[in-house]
C-alpha cells in the first residue's frame, strides 16, 4: 500500500491535497475539502432487511490517499493485478443546509469514510461564520454524480 499526496481530476479538474500530507500555511487556500458522492443502504439499521441503495452526498476532509494492489484472484473475480484508488476522508458533521444556495454549515469532523477515490466529485471552499464553517460547492446541481440502478433481470 502506498499513500500519495495529491491527485487531480482529469480533464481540467480540480487538484486535491490529502490533508496529512500537505503542508498547509495559514494564509493559503486550503484544498483537502471536498465532495463525494457513495451509495448508501437506506435501510442498514433494518439487518433483516434487503439493502437499497441510494446516492447519497457528503462533504469532508480529505486526509488520506491510498493505492492498494490486489493481486489475480478467482473469489474477486479478478483475472488480471489491479491497483485500486482509495480516498480516507474526515467527514463533515453537517448541522443545517441553504439548500436555495447550496450552502451546508457544520462545526466539527467526525467519522473516517474510506470510498473509491472516484467517489469525489469536486473540491469545496469553506468560510468561517461565527463557531461554524459554512460550505461553498460553487459547483452547482449540475455536477452532481448519477446513479444508474443495474437491472436485476439476469438472475
Aim: proline share 2%; glycine share 6%.
Amino acid at each position: 500500500m502506498e499513500q500519495w499526496g495529491k491527485v487531480k481530476r482529469l480533464d481540467g479538474g480540480d487538484t486535491m491535497h490529502a490533508a496529512v500530507l500537505s503542508g498547509l500555511r495559514e494564509d493559503s487556500r486550503d484544498a483537502t475539502y471536498v465532495r463525494y458522492e457513495t451509495l448508501v443502504d437506506q435501510f442498514a439499521r433494518q439487518p433483516r432487511r434487503r439493502p437499497e441503495y441510494v446516492m447519497k452526498t457528503f462533504y469532508g476532509r480529505l486526509a488520506h490517499i491510498f493505492t492498494v494492489s490486489l493481486p489475480s484472484s478467482t473469489s474477486l473475480h479478478l483475472s488480471d493485478s489491479t491497483i485500486h484508488f482509495l480516498a480516507a476522508i474526515e467527514t463533515c458533521e453537517i448541522e443545517r443546509s441553504r439548500a436555495d444556495l447550496d450552502i451546508h454549515y457544520y462545526r466539527k469532523l467526525g467519522a473516517l469514510d474510506t470510498v473509491d477515490i472516484t467517489c469525489i466529485q469536486c473540491l469545496v471552499g469553506r468560510v468561517r461564520v461565527g463557531d461554524q464553517w459554512a460550505i461553498i460547492d460553487r459547483s452547482g446541481d449540475l455536477a452532481r454524480a448519477v446513479y444508474a440502478a443495474e437491472d436485476d433481470d439476469d438472475s
